[in-house]
Each structure stands twice: as structure tokens, then as C-alpha cells.
């Protein structure tokens, strides 16, 4: 399996336009989350679907932020529009059914708005 | 709710000592515990977790991690630190009915020569 593939690796975009980040779980896991790391907040769940279905997304910081999950092997997450506080490394995992497995990560997308 | 806490952000070790790092849980049901390892520029990479089986939980690269529910802690130990083992280590913990992971700040790890 190739894992969790987020894309881009890296995006720098001015501040004010949109930016859309990508995701494709791994097939089979139920659950998909999306985190943003930050130096100063660390690790912060944003949002969180069950079989394509949005389940807890009182961590999305503002109503610039917003995530779809159209199917079980694509999910976006969309700021619009983009501000310098939003520079931040976005994470995306996925996990089976069962609390005890934990979650698989992709490799992350680093977010710079100037 | 339930919340981690990671006592100290850095530690330093001499290449061979002992590497330990401590995480102290709150969860108001029996919690899965978890710890993952951030390489600089790469995503979080589960090391070991803790799902109410045996109280050692042996994990990949040599660490293992002890659940101690008297003293709610979930320390992780590695007897002899390695070059490799130079990262970010990250506690995590989630009830038991739950799927949201609630992760500690993170303690960094530099192994010296």
C-alpha cells in the first residue's frame, strides 16, 4: 500500500487567494482526519469524516476553512480566503474501524501565505 | 475529555545511554495510549500503542513503553539511543470510545556523539 498521499508537498501562495489541499487515504480505512501542526499550538484536529461523512469539525479555526470528502479515496481541504496565520504544516491520516488502531499519516503539506 | 502531558521538550542522550521520555495521560474512561515519531520533514509514524492488553507494549526501533494506570503514565524507553533515534516523539491518547487522538506538545530527542 502507498500509504496516505497528500499533495502538494509544499504550497507558498499570497495572502487572500485560495488554497486547496489533497488527501487520498488508504483503501479499506474508514476514518479520515485532518490536523495542523504549528509551533505554537502544536497538533490540532480540524475535522474528522466516517465513511465520507463529516463527524466533528469544531476544530476548523474560522469559516475560511472548509473540507469535503467526496468519496472514500479523496478528501480536500480549502481555505479561502488565505491568511498569513494559516502558514502551518497540514496533516491528513486515515485509520480502520476500531479506536485501537491508530492512525496512518501522510507525509504533510507545508503552507506558507505571504 | 481527556489530554496528554509531555514532561520536558528536549532531551539530550550520549549515543548508547538510555533514552526516556515521560507522557502522563487524563481520560475519564480506559484510554488507548499511542506514541509516534516525526522525522524532520516527514508525517507522524506510530512507534507503539497501548489498548488494554499487556501493560508493556513493545514497539518498533526498539522502544517500548510501560502503561502504569496508578500513576496514569505511558513513559517511553529505549536502553541504548541510537544516531537514527535523533526526532520528535509525540504521546497521544484517545478514550476508549472515541477516535479523536489528543496529542502532547511533543518532546524533541538529539543524541550526541
Known amino acids: 500500500d502507498a500509504g496516505v498521499i497528500q499533495s502538494p508537498r509544499h504550497e507558498v501562495t499570497e495572502m487572500g487567494q485560495e488554497v486547496t489541499l489533497r488527501c487520498k487515504p488508504i483503501?479499506?480505512?474508514?476514518?479520515l482526519f485532518w490536523y495542523r501542526q504549528t509551533m505554537m499550538r502544536g497538533l490540532e484536529l480540524l475535522i474528522y469524516?466516517?465513511?465520507?461523512?463529516?463527524?466533528?469539525d469544531s476544530g476548523m479555526p474560522e469559516d475560511r476553512f472548509s473540507a469535503k470528502m467526496p468519496n472514500a479515496s479523496f478528501s480536500t481541504l480549502k481555505i479561502q480566503p488565505s491568511e498569513p496565520r494559516d502558514s502551518a504544516v497540514y496533516f491528513c491520516?486515515?485509520?480502520?474501524?476500531?479506536?485501537?488502531?491508530?492512525?496512518?499519516f501522510g507525509s504533510g503539506t507545508r503552507l506558507t501565505v505571504v | 475529555a481527556q489530554s496528554v502531558t509531555q514532561l520536558g521538550s528536549h532531551v539530550s542522550v550520549s549515543e548508547g545511554a538510555l533514552v526516556l521520555l515521560r507522557c502522563n495521560y487524563s481520560?475519564?474512561?480506559?484510554?488507548?495510549l499511542f506514541w509516534y515519531v516525526q522525522y524532520p520533514n516527514q508525517g507522524l509514524q506510530l512507534l507503539l500503542k497501548?489498548?488494554?492488553?499487556?501493560?508493556l507494549v513493545k514497539g518498533i526501533n526498539g522502544f517500548e513503553a510501560e502503561f502504569k494506570k496508578s500513576e496514569t503514565s505511558f513513559h517511553l524507553t529505549k536502553p541504548s539511543a541510537h544516531m537514527s533515534d535523533a526526532a520528535e516523539y509525540f504521546c497521544?491518547?484517545?478514550?476508549?470510545?472515541?477516535?479523536?487522538?489528543?496529542f502532547g506538545a511533543g518532546t524533541t530527542v538529539t543524541v550526541r556523539a
Open positions: 491520516a486515515s485509520s480502520p474501524t476500531g479506536a485501537n488502531y491508530g492512525y496512518t
Open positions: 497521544a491518547v484517545t478514550p476508549g470510545n472515541d477516535y479523536k487522538l489528543s
Open positions: 497501548y489498548t488494554s492488553a499487556a501493560t
Open positions: 469524516f466516517n465513511n465520507n461523512v463529516p463527524i466533528d
Open positions: 483503501s479499506g480505512h474508514d476514518y
Open positions: 481520560s475519564s474512561v480506559p484510554p488507548y
